[in-house]
């Protein structure tokens, strides 16, 4: 029987002894010398989201490397959550992160070119004999295409390449790099010359009024320009489209090419770049652009002191009228060709595509409608405009409009790149411009748009290279990177060099693209293909993968099925 009384304890007021542990912070903490070094790296630059990437490239170039108390203590200092910063960090190939419980890397990192063209010229075989011999103290590894074909294989010591590389240029390059020996930087047409052959008088005839955004649309239009990166989208819709949308606006420029076998971007960008400048401007002008991004390849650092300089030089002679121009440093990431996906890079994330509609011509940067344009397709703004639209059509051959720029390597005497007519053929490529085949080596085939084009026999060279002449053959002339092969190659090498390259590249969003890459570079390991299954695994990539990535990664495979079954049984 119980009493009327309460059970329960009541409580008594803790002893000394009795107190529990004062509370302790959760989760990773910052290291105050860690957090001393990223602020004073950092100093009065701003602290907003959207230069995560740029602040991450800062500790790496200082560092080697990017620590766990340096990324620690740059999410404290910009006010992001550390996975944040981690995710961002990791998703990209040119950072380096290092854990807690990892070894501390090699200060100097060598990295061999694993491109097709370079491939083909030995850069495996050079991998490993530099591993080799500078094993233990430096790191030895391998990176994507760094946009040197034509100088094929290629090495990259931080900011320094070393073109035709052997054994004896990378100890030259080494010995150069630990003197702190100047980077070669290219001669370029000055601002003088560039303004006294009439440059920037476009754009200075659309802020006086002699000309009009509608005016410079016709002519566009009536000259078939079309946007020269990739997909070929004719450029005056695409004006059109972005001024169909209330401003604000912003405009981004992709001088990030990534496609294996495509340099004529930095060819433009590092031999005329006021003229590629002025028609940024002139674009910029027409759709009332707020601001201005460039993305920039991280493997163009000469290109980045080039522009920095050049935009220095506009803001001085007030061609900029104010309007902000920044220079935005990509981290390695192929997928960044996608507009959305370097749109998400710009704006400090992961370079993951975006689900459309919308485009970015309508919610674009930022969620503002956005012009987006490549580097070649403003190359061309300020002559067509100039000479007109007659000039430009009347370049063509074959059928073909206007001009072209070709990045052609592969077994070539000149690789290079070669302003030519649009519509000229490979084979007229190849002897016209390339100087023929090299010595020994017999015309096999050739990839007309890169890695993601497709591969065609040397029997088909006879095709006008230019927007829809390939695609009923597989293929799509793309950024217009011929990489010719010969019979020296081995097109399973080919096509596993191809695949691997997506599979390395693919952002992992999208099962198709992430799980398809893969599984069909571990059948072509196989001394015999299963055909079918790699058929139905393109298949099922062209056709529910998200972005062009993933649909047109098996494109190379499917060729060489297609036209040299023989290799590959």
Known sequence: MTSGKSTFAVPKAPGKGGRKARYQKKGRQVDPIAAREVAALLGDRSRQHDLLIEHLHLIQDAYGYLSAAHLTALADEMRLALAEVYEVATFYHNFTVVKESDTTPAALTIKVCDSLTCEMTGSMALKSDLAAKYGANIRVTHGACMGRCEKAPVVRIKDRYVGNATQETVDTALEDEKRNAPLDIPS??????????????TIEQLRSGKLTASDIIEILSDSGHRGLGGAGFPH????????????????????????????????????NPFQFLDGMLIAAEIVEAEAIYIFLRDEYPETAKILADCIGVLVEQNLTRGKEIYLRR?????????ESAMLESIEGKRALPRHKPPFPAHVGLFGRPTLINNVETLYWLPEIIRKGADWFKEGGRNGGRGFRSFSLSGHVNKPGVYITPAGITAAELIEEYGGGMKAGHKFRAYLPGGASGGLLPASMADIPLDFGTLEKHGCFIGSAAVIV???QDDLKMVARNLMRFFEDESCGQCTPCRAGTEKALKIMQNDRWDSGLLEELSSVMRDASICGLGQAAPNGLLSILKHFPEDVS
Do not use: Q
Request: hydrophobic letters at 35%.
């Open 236 to 271: 005056a819709m695409k004006l059109n489209s972005v001024l169909s949308v209330p401003g604000p606006r912003y405009m981004a420029v992709n001088a990030d090419e990534s496609e294996p076998g495509t340099f004529k971007d930095r060819y433009f960008m590092t031999s």
């Open 188 to 201: 370029f047409k000055t601002f003088e010359n560039y303004k006294g052959a009439e440059g920037f008088t």
């Open 330 to 338: 990509g981290a390695g990431a192929y997928i960044c060709g996608e």
């Open 485 to 487: 092969i010969s019979d």
